[in-house]
């Protein structure tokens, strides 16, 4: 992990655009910012000369210097501050209040920098007198600020000391160089810091090592990780990193939360190549510079198109499989999901070595199943808007316990087994609480049973559950029996689900006709809350046969009785081949409310091609009359 994140890490540093994530100082303000402005103390031989306002340029960052601090009340390293601005403006009624706002802020900032110069007194007094410049400062800035200052904003507020920006002064960028990677060396007046010892992230002999590392979570911080009758002077034997390594480390960290993550519910992750064999240091760079690229791309994509994405953005993950450098055997990839806690990354589970290979089959495979089951998933609107089902890491955690998710995130990448009894029992889970909230949302059931099923279909593509025959890519066919030909990777071998299948599907048949005729299903209260076994199938079945041959009698049907006995028959044949035994209860419900689902959905489609057939009909006459 650490080892991918270096590697990675060096390359970057190269790249023009991302130098800033490897300096000690950062910018002042955003990217977006405009028109910002730098006063600037002016020093000559020691002494405070002019107060000056200048345009800020962005391209100065290097030699203004600027740190944000870790709090409002922390002290900067450095005199480069920020420094708010309230114009007094020329109303009466105001300007009182207005300039005791001034003043006010005016004192903070003397403060602000008074601590910043006192914090190392003894290098700026042997640069300039710190004191007479702070009592030149008290007096002059209130004048030039209103003179000068016309607009309520932060400015920004630095030195330049003979002619020099603190950033062409090498005791001040020792200064903040010390400062910035004090955390990583020293604690509490403690060393952390051996010589002449071994890095454990380039395994190269080095001159220093540190011993204070966190990155990524991993981190020596607490006594308990110290070694040798926790001595702070033997701390670094736990992971001993050179500041060289401490740096592109901290660098890339910072790089990817801003740059290269991508947001995933209540987390983040990257996906890092990985070069295994890959020693050619141009190559390489020329990998990174190509992904960093195309992760430009993937933020500047729109919001649909990372919807559709199976972790948010997969465009990398195409350029991965499609770019000849990217897909190098000799590059593995590694995606890490996380959690920003403060500083550091909290790592929810770490997928490694992934081959360009593995992407290409779970892209292939969603494409695969999306367009199969396409119809059967989308949702459309009385408005004819359309909504498709996109197999995404978002929708398949929703039927998913987070570890659980993560183990099967990892099987998908990994090509492990996950149980298929397991996913089932997930399933099931949030279809009984659906299937009982039917009054509420009565269209949530279904779309979790038909969403459920699509997913499964995609982990069983993936062989998840073991190698399996892949099934013809025809359209899916409604017709209970049909359904059930185009499925053995399912229903095969196991005549229990088969029955419980067909039962549901004679089941929806009788529910059908209740809500036709009473606007209600009342024999819902009939199925157990959809908790069903061998034994509960056979309590089923007498009560449906006399409950449908009740409503035929009524000719309450609409011509489905013929289709009902075809489909008991169905589950007759299946249930006489069944060992109880070999029940499972959970593969039976699942089976059943697949068939309730399976059936309703057909009954949805006869409606709409019947009324198509009848809009068709009525536009043909129409055209005929016409013509006459």
Request: glycine share 4%; with cysteine; charged share 30%.
């Amino acid at each position: 992990m650490i080892k991918t994140l270096y590697q990675f890490g060096k390359q970057l540093q190269k790249i023009d655009s991302m130098q800033r994530y490897f300096q000690a100082f950062g910018s002042p303000y955003s990217e977006r910012a405009e028109n910002e402005k730098v006063i600037v103390a002016e020093i000559d031989n020691g002494q405070l000369n002019k107060l000056s306002l200048d345009e800020y340029r962005k391209t100065w960052d290097k030699k203004y210097l600027f740190r944000e601090l870790a709090s409002a009340r922390s002290t900067s390293i450095l005199p480069t501050l920020h420094f708010y601005y309230l114009p007094i403006g020329d109303k009466p009624e105001t300007r009182a209040s207005n300039e005791k706002l001034l003043e006010g802020s005016i004192e903070k900032f003397m403060d602000k920098l008074g601590r910043s110069l006192g914090a190392n007194a003894k290098i700026y007094n042997s640069l300039f007198d710190s004191e007479k410049l702070l009592e030149r400062l008290l007096i002059e800035l209130k004048d030039f600020v209103i003179e000068n200052c016309t607009e309520k904003k932060n400015y920004l507020f630095t030195l330049r000391i003979d002619g020099k920006w603190l950033g062409e002064i090498p005791e001040m960028v020792k200064i903040l160089d010390d400062e910035a990677y004090n955390k990583y060396f020293s604690s509490k007046g403690q060393d952390y810091r051996a010589v002449d010892k071994t890095c454990s992230v380039t395994y190269q002999a080095v001159e220093e090592v540190w011993g204070r590392v966190d990155t990524l979570g991993f981190t020596v911080n607490d006594i308990s990780f110290s070694r040798n009758g926790f001595d702070a002077k033997n701390s670094y034997k736990m992971f001993p990193v050179s500041p060289e390594a401490v740096k592109i480390l901290e660098g890339t960290q910072r790089a990817l939360e801003d740059s290269f993550s991508y947001g995933f519910q209540n987390m983040k992750f990257f996906v890092l190549p990985r070069f295994i064999a890959l020693e050619d240091e141009e190559l390489r760079f020329e990998v990174v510079d190509i992904y960093v690229q195309q992760s430009r791309r993937d933020k500047a994509a729109s919001s649909e198109t990372q919807s559709q994405s199976i972790v948010n953005s997969e465009s990398i993950f195409n350029e991965i499989i499609h770019e000849e450098k990217l897909s190098n055997s000799s590059i593995y990839y590694d995606i890490f999901f996380y959690e920003q806690k403060q500083a550091q990354f909290s790592i929810k589970v770490h997928i490694s070595d992934v081959l360009p290979s593995r992407f290409k089959t779970i892209l292939n495979a969603k494409g695969l199943i999306e367009r199969r089951y396409d119809n059967m998933t989308k949702v459309i609107t009385k408005k004819q808007d359309v909504y498709p089902f996109y197999l995404t890491f978002y929708e398949i955690k929703k039927y998913f316990p987070e570890p659980f998710f993560f183990q099967i995130a990892e099987a998908i990448f990994y090509k492990n087994l996950v149980r298929e009894k397991q996913v089932l029992a997930s399933f099931m889970q949030l279809i009984v609480e659906a299937f009982k909230n039917q009054s509420e949302e009565a269209y949530k059931f279904p779309q979790l049973v038909k969403r459920s099923f699509t997913i499964y279909q995609y982990f069983q593509t993936l062989q998840l559950f073991g190698k399996m025959e892949v099934q013809e890519k025809e359209s899916i066919s409604l017709n209970a029996e049909i359904f059930v030909e185009q499925h053995q990777n399912f229903f095969q071998g196991t005549p229990l689900k088969m029955a419980a299948f067909y039962l549901g599907c004679a089941t929806e048949i009788l529910l059908n006709a209740q809500d036709s005729h009473l606007g209600s299903r009342p024999f819902n209260h009939k199925l157990n809350n959809l908790s069903i076994g061998y034994r509960e199938m056979m309590e089923i079945k007498p009560k449906l046969l006399a409950k449908t041959d009740e409503y035929q009698k009524a000719d309450k049907l609409y011509g489905g009785y013929e289709d009902f006995l075809r489909l008991i028959a169905r589950f007759d044949a299946s249930f006489v081949e069944a060992n109880e035994r070999q029940a499972d209860k959970t593969e039976i419900s699942y089976a059943f409310s697949l068939g309730l689902t399976i059936q309703r959905e057909f009954f949805l489609n006869r409606i709409k091609e019947r009324s198509k057939a009848k809009k068709d009909r009525e536009a043909h006459k129409q055209n005929s009359d016409v013509q006459n």
